[in-house]
């Protein structure tokens, strides 16, 4: 990646915790972490597609302070005074000295958290980041919250690159059209069709942990292209359904990058014979 985050880890719960591992699989970042016995959440086993290991007991203060131990530093997010595994998390970081980010959205905005998460990864040196906070039941707002906030600082990762001025080269003129597509195969195809070859190669080229690049660069001209602005419904749905959750606009836009990637990759990308 551009920044110096390589992974980011939870202990899995719903809420802050999944929020923080479904950025990481987003934006191919290496996800993981540690999770009670029988990977137990409040809605049931985690799902196999999260690559955290489970603990030999099912208490979740173990897996709390073990996911603490493994990173660098932990970001805990609440909407007001810390509780139950959140208080822990707090307390148990500054015992055993590990850096943490403590936000209280009840006094911080989305976008001047994302800011001082940035601050602290440069400050600490974070390459593995912990994600701690409520979960689904006690605040169903937090998901949304610390995805937002992740991507956020994600971006403004990516603006302070010389990178990110260089690529609006990359970046082709939009043209109007009325038929937009319907399934991930008609996008692909599109975008094949119209974006230029110096754009396809770079895509095709881009390291799979780097497709950040593409998506902050490319994120306004694939909206208007597919018809997002005009909420495609059917496209999103056909993202929805490849992906087995339902998307927002933004994460259908990745989707699709990651398959235009694939399709690129076969024919774009110059090979050295020797």
């Not at 979740?60 to 932990?74: A, L």
């Not at 302070?160 to 260089?166: F, G, L, M, V």
């Amino acid at each position: 990646m551009i920044n110096m985050l390589k992974k980011i880890i939870s202990g899995g719960q719903t809420g802050a915790d999944r929020a923080a591992l479904d950025v990481a699989i987003k934006f191919n970042i290496e996800h993981g972490g540690w999770i009670p016995k029988g990977r137990i959440t409040e809605q049931g086993p985690l799902p196999m597609k999260y690559q955290l290991i489970e603990m030999n007991t099912m208490d979740y203060k173990e897996r709390t302070k073990q996911n603490i131990m493994d990173s660098n530093g932990t970001l805990i997010i609440s909407r007001g005074e810390l509780t139950g595994g959140s208080r822990l998390t707090h307390n148990f970081a500054k015992l055993v000295g590990r850096p943490n980010c403590y936000i209280d959205l009840l006094n911080t905005e989305e976008f001047e958290a994302a800011i001082f998460l940035k601050s602290f990864l440069l400050e600490n040196n974070i390459q593995i980041l912990n994600v701690a906070g409520p979960r689904l039941s006690r605040h169903p707002w937090i998901y949304k919250d610390v995805k937002i906030i992740l991507e956020v600082m994600l971006y403004l990762m990516f603006l302070d690159t010389q990178k990110a001025r260089e690529l609006k080269k990359y970046v082709p003129e939009v043209f109007v059209k009325e038929d937009f597509p319907e399934t991930i195969e008609e996008a692909i195809g599109l975008l094949c069709y119209d974006l230029p070859l110096k754009t396809k190669t770079f895509i095709a080229k881009l390291e799979p942990w780097n497709i950040h690049m593409a998506y902050f660069t490319m994120m306004e001209y694939v909206r208007h292209r597919l018809g997002f602005d005009t909420e495609n419904q059917e496209l999103l749905k056909d993202c929805s359904s490849k992906t087995g959750d339902t998307c927002s606009i933004e994460d259908a836009v990745m989707e699709i990058l990651k398959h235009l990637k694939k399709e690129l990759e076969t024919n774009h990308i110059l090979r050295v014979v020797k």
